[in-house]
């Protein structure tokens, strides 16, 4: 694991970390003070913790009373958790992935911030979620607010648009994330999102340029990527804590986007990432309390979701920086791996690429996939398959229990025929039942995720330079260059 970490084999940067220690463990002080990355004092996140904790005491009569403000496991916790069973430690976790179902009254509970029963069976009768099925999971994520799902403890990572592009992808690799908002200090507010498809876009653009060595790639800041990268940008999206789940769904698939944060419009900060994995991952913590529509027994063939043509595929021949090409033309996220027959034999994905620059192995992108694939790090999701005989609701609780972004159909003969990812399966459950997936491609999931250029405050709704606000007393005046920050909800 050692080697993994070091950015040139035989040789220590003289800023970076070398740890034995596992992904998920936290820094130690020195090593981030070393490599300039430093942990920011949490008074802003117990604060933002205490003003919801407040208003929720205060509305709590809406909902029950009597109720005891213990994170306690109730007998109807126990049976929403047992509905994930034992999920198996599958390797590439996020910092809340390895969540013990039987900590969930910990990790995941209302507005009220009480571990007791879903409020939302308390408020809607089965009768009438049962009148129309095809409203179940609309209504359901309509009223779960985005603060629901924020865990009370888990990681957020920030950089500085003037940190060095080969702190801010050590960061990435050894924090176990796949982004990070940008914070421009100059102009005080958030204005984008560091994502693996921005390393992939300057890959390809300057491995073929006669003009530039591959080496000064490393020497650049975020902000040197921002200006190269300038015609591809949009306004930054983001979405309010009080905001529905339902509107979070709308916003990622509409949007195009894999992640999207939520920022508290009071202060500016940001408190958490949404993704379509963790939306999902919420809903089945309740799936046995919910009553199952009919059509989460029809077959894959029958509901037809997901890409079932014109599937982008590579071979283990196929070079690296082809690959990167294909990532980038055809806005996919993963591309199977196949035999000369079409059969399935491996995938690659964007999140793989980040082992270029974690291994600082970008100089030659003309190597193979699979050659590429011999390097790959501990926490490789695996090719997860599935195929059309399969029911939607199989599909659904294979791609949770694994924690994979897609799942790859293939025939009786194990050749590709398609690709379910994600954000097919929620705009399947969320918003083909309103009517709202006409303008959404099938192929979300498979998009790029573009940095944004100006900061929104909630819901999207942009702020004006002038009123932006600081998100943390502390970032005005503080010239480090990471701020990687352990979000505790008390």
């Known amino acids: 694991m050692a080697n993994y970490f070091r950015w040139k084999k035989g040789k220590r940067d003289e800023d970076v970390f070398y740890s034995e220690k596992p992904r998920s463990r936290s820094l130690d002080p020195r090593s981030l003070e070393l490599s300039g990355i430093r942990l920011v004092a949490q008074l802003h996140q117990q604060q933002q913790q205490h003003h919801y904790t407040q208003r929720a005491i205060a509305q709590q009569h809406h909902y029950t009373s009597g109720a005891h403000l213990k994170r306690v496991a109730s007998q109807e916790a126990e049976k929403r958790r047992s509905s994930l069973g034992h999920v198996p430690q599958v390797r590439h976790r996020a910092s809340d992935a390895f969540l013990d179902p039987h900590h969930a009254a910990i990790l995941f509970r209302d507005s009220r911030g009480l571990p007791v029963a879903d409020p939302f069976l308390e408020k809607v009768s089965l009768s009438d979620l049962e009148e129309d099925e095809s409203q179940i999971f609309v209504k359901f994520f309509k009223f779960h607010k985005c603060y629901d799902l924020i865990p009370t403890s888990a990681k957020l990572v920030v950089f500085d648009t003037q940190l060095l592009v080969k702190k801010a992808f050590f960061a990435l690799v050894y924090n176990g ?22 390393f992939i876009k300057i890959l390809q653009m300057y491995y073929t340029s006669p003009n530039v060595a591959m080496e000064e790639l490393e020497e650049h800041r975020l902000e ?24 979070a ?8 986007i894999h992640r999207l944060p939520v920022i508290d419009p009071e202060t500016g900060n940001v408190l958490y990432i949404l993704t379509h994995k963790r939306i999902l991952r919420f809903l ?18 029958e509901v037809r979701i997901g890409t079932l043509n014109d599937i982008e595929t590579a071979t283990e021949d196929t070079s690296i920086i082809d690959a990167l090409r294909k990532f980038v033309n055809r806005r996919v996220s993963a591309l199977p791996l196949i035999d000369a027959e079409g059969r399935l034999k491996d995938i690659y994905a964007k999140f793989d690429v980040i082992n270029l620059a974690a291994e600082k192995t970008y100089n030659n992108l003309d190597v193979s996939l699979k050659k590429a694939n011999e390097h790959r790090n501990e926490w490789f999701e695996g090719v997860q398959k599935c195929t059309l005989d399969e029911t939607l609701f199989d599909v659904m609780e294979r791609i949770v229990r694994a924690e994979v972004h897609r799942l790859v159909v293939v025939d009786e003969e194990d050749k590709v025929i398609g ?6 399966l929620l705009m399947y459950l969320v918003l083909r039942p309103t009517g709202e997936c006409g303008g959404a491609s099938l192929r979300n999931e498979h998009t790029s995720i573009e940095e944004k250029d100006e900061c929104a405050g909630a819901a999207g709704g942009d702020l004006p330079p002038d009123e932006a606000v600081d998100p943390d007393p502390d970032l005005a005046t503080q010239s480090t260059d990471v701020i990687a920050s352990e979000c505790q909800d008390q």
């Open 224 to 247: 040197t990527w921002r200006q190269v990268l300038k015609g591809s940008v949009m306004p930054l999206v983001s979405i309010g804590p009080d905001s529905s789940l339902y509107d």
């Open 177 to 198: 994330v796949r982004a990070a908002p940008l914070w421009d200090s100059h102009r005080q507010q958030f204005v984008g999102m560091l994502t693996i498809t921005d």
């Open 419 to 424: 690709i379910i990812s994600l954000s097919d």
């Open 284 to 301: 089945f913590l309740y799936i046995n309390e919910l009553p199952k529509p009919s059509y989460l027994q029809c077959k894959l063939r």
């Open 249 to 256: 769904i709308r916003m990622l698939i509409m949007n195009r």
